[in-house]
Antibody
Framework: EVRLVESGGGLVKPGGSLRLSCEASGFSFKNYSMNWVRQSPTKGLEWVATISGSNNYIYHADSVEGRFTISRDNAKNSLYLQMNSLRVEDTAVYYC????????????WGKGTTVTVSS | DIQMTQSPSSLSASVGDRVTITCQASQDIGNFLNWYQQKPGKAPSLLIYRASNLQAGVPSRFTGSGSGTDFSFTISSLQPDDFATYYCQHYDDLPPTFGRGTKVTIK
């Protein structure tokens, strides 16, 4: 069974940091590009970051550029999102997702982990 | 970024009804358009990819059509399990962007 399991969410003060993790199973992780997508009541579904299977292409949305960093460890079948300088508007459910064939064709979603930024 | 305008934002329908949702892109995206279903407290789930292709395991009552800037999504005969929120999403380039969603509720 193909599974993505996120962890690392929580409550953090503005300006703080969090590291999200996503453990993948049931497929050949290194062969797929992966993403973080977030969802909030105010902004809806929002693309956060993408990383290619071989680590040679990385994209971050303008809204997180310079603050968030996507990375992966193919030996551990794991995806990460390092989030620094967090803002109230980063509050959302963060989903780990898998692309099929093309960047953006998301065919598998994790259950999500909640990040709350509040003082 | 490409903007996706989805309508209506909500609709009320009965079991057995035919339901259609539209999605308009702010520029030509070819057929790089997905449709997702989301139920409360759950992650979205892929239903249709590349505008009209049914994801494996998805019932055939779900269909998609369109190309360029105008797309539509239809449920031919609404079933009790279909009451949910539906989203369109382009993937013509990065970043992919989503519509604001259509919430389908029971009449």
């Amino acid at each position: 069974e193909v599974r993505l399991v996120e962890s690392g969410g929580g409550l953090v003060k503005p300006g703080g940091s969090l590291r999200l993790s996503c453990e993948a199973s049931g497929f050949s992780f290194k062969n797929y590009s992966m993403n973080w997508v977030r969802q909030s009541p105010t902004k809806g579904l929002e693309w956060v970051a993408t990383i290619s299977g071989s680590n040679n292409y990385i994209y971050h949305a303008d809204s997180v550029e310079g603050r968030f960093t996507i990375s992966r460890d193919n030996a551990k079948n794991s995806l990460y999102l390092q989030m620094n300088s967090l803002r109230v508007e980063d509050t959302a459910v963060y989903y780990c997702t898998r692309d099929r064939v093309s960047y953006g064709l998301v065919d598998v979603w994790g259950k999500g982990t909640t990040v709350t930024v509040s003082s | 970024d490409i903007q996706m305008t989805q309508s209506p934002s909500s609709l009320s329908a009965s079991v057995g009804d035919r339901v259609t949702i539209t999605c308009q892109a702010s520029q030509d995206i070819g057929n790089f358009l997905n449709w997702y279903q989301q139920k409360p407290g759950k992650a979205p789930s892929l239903l249709i990819y590349r505008a009209s292709n049914l994801q494996a395991g998805v019932p055939s009552r779900f269909t998609g059509s369109g190309s360029g800037t105008d797309f539509s999504f239809t449920i031919s005969s609404l079933q009790p399990d279909d009451f949910a929120t539906y989203y369109c999403q382009h993937y013509d380039d990065l970043p992919p962007t989503f519509g604001r969603g259509t919430k389908v509720t029971i009449k």
